[in-house]
């Protein structure tokens, strides 16, 4: 029997590599709907290649390039944020979230609004509204599943398990592009250094947050979201070689760690197949080849967005939206040079501190109040980027 599926962010990093798995064995899988942004061109071809019933861009100026490279083939073109909403309510039976940022937010909320499962890359979704997710998802019965290699590690980790017994989660984090770079050095680290990974081949802006440790800092807190572990019992361990996604340990002393290769492809295959586990085009791992596996504390002053991180966890409600749309504002600042590198960190330890004082841990927490949380983040951060560029 086929399987009906539909991909947000089709043309990304994690969507292009959903797809050439669904590519791989497309007869077990119907297309119904595929997403993208701006690269139109790769959004056409991908829904020719799969023959889905509609491509929607995020943006309505690419419309009408979208309406052009489909001509003739009976697939559907639409575009905008109604757009995706509506894409998100075509029946589907499995729906993957993977647009980049706090616009993954709406669709991936109505997807779980009609009881699908969700292979959640957008791990913005969690960080801003993640108990609005999980009532969603509670009420129509929807599944939501982890696709970041950690996530997915710490889900595999607990399969059988008692969550009473566990004691600690570990997550792994390369360390990114700067681990070996001298502190003082940091703010003068440019743009294209900042985005190429030592180890996995990721999108731009995920890159650059890894060398930040602003996507670590995001994951602390979807752990936390996702599994409802409390964040002292969430620790972070830099391990260069990133082949231990994540560690569960349980009460006896035991842990369980996931160990795969650098291939997105094992996550996103492991939710695809669910609950079963399929065949895979991953690398098989050489223990000998490998010889060792090493392990590092990250240091404070290197890694600040993972103290940010807790600060998050620990007044919850909308700090997380606050905190997501802070970090995106300063990656754009960074991206258009309009702040240097460790420039990112103090914008939004400046955002924090200027809206720590507004309630944010007693909010409900809503579609409207997070886009409220998210601007007012937003605004607050471009003004403290031009205090920055004086
Ligand atoms: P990319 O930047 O490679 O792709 C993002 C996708 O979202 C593209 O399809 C892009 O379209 C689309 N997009 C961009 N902006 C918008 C918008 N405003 N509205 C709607 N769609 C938009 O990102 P990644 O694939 O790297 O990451 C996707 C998500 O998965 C992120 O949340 C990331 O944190 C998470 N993730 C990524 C991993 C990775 O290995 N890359 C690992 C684990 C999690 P277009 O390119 O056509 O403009």
């Known amino acids: 029997m086929t399987r009906k599926v539909t991909i947000f962010g089709a043309t990304g990093s994690i969507g292009c590599n959903t797809v050439d798995l ?36 995020a943006y309505d100026a690419c419309l009408e390039p979208l309406r052009e490279a489909l001509h003739g083939t009976g697939i559907e073109a639409a575009a905008g944020e109604t757009a995706l909403c509506e894409m998100a309510t075509r029946p589907s039976d499995w729906i993957m979230s ?27 979704s969690l960080v801003t509204a993640g108990s609005l997710l999980k009532e969603t998802a509670a009420k129509s019965g929807a599944t939501i599943l982890p696709v970041d290699s950690e996530h997915s590690a710490v889900f595999q980790g607990l399969v059988g398990e008692d969550m009473a017994a566990v004691e600690r989660v570990i997550i792994t984090a390369s360390g990114g592009a700067f681990r070996d770079w001298p502190i003082e050095k940091l703010a003068s680290a440019t743009l294209a250094e900042a985005s190429s990974h030592p180890n996995w081949d990721m999108g731009q802006r995920i890159t650059i947050d890894s060398a930040t440790m602003f996507n670590k800092a995001l994951e602390l807190i979807e752990t936390h979201e996702f599994f409802g572990i409390s964040p002292e019992k969430i620790e972070v361990i830099i391990h260069p070689e990133s082949l231990i996604h994540a560690l569960v340990g349980f009460r006896d002393g035991a842990l369980m760690a996931h160990v795969g290769p650098h291939d997105m492809r094992h996550a996103i295959g ?14 098989r791992l ?17 890694y600040p967005a993972l103290a940010q991180a807790r600060w998050v966890m620990e007044e919850g409600g909308l700090a997380g939206a606050v905190f997501n749309a802070a970090k995106e504002r300063a990656l754009d600042g960074f991206i258009e040079g309009r702040i240097g590198f460790t420039d990112m960190a103090s914008v939004v330890a400046d955002v924090i501190e200027i809206m720590s004082g507004e309630g944010l841990g007693l909010a409900a927490i809503a579609l409207d109040t997070v886009r409220d949380a998210d601007h007012a983040a937003r605004a607050r951060a471009d003004e403290a980027m031009t205090r920055r560029q004086r």
Not at 100 to 121: D, F, H, N
Not at 270 to 283: D, G, Q, S
Not at 286 to 302: C, G, K, S, V
């Open 286 to 302: 050489d223990f000998a080849e490998i010889a060792q596996l090493t392990f590092r504390a990250p240091h404070e002053m290197r």
């Open 270 to 283: 492991y939710a695809l197949n669910w609950p079963e586990r399929a065949h895979l085009p991953v690398e």
């Open 22 to 57: 669904i590519q791989r064995n497309q007869d077990a899988f119907d297309v119904v709907a595929l997403s993208g942004g701006r690269n139109v061109a790769k959004l056409a071809e991908q829904a020719k290649a799969l023959n889905a019933q509609i491509a929607v861009t």
């Open 98 to 124: 993977a647009i980049v940022g706090a616009a993954g937010l709406p669709p991936g909320l109505k997807a779980l609004e009609q009881g699908t499962t969700l292979a959640l890359a957008n791990k913005e």
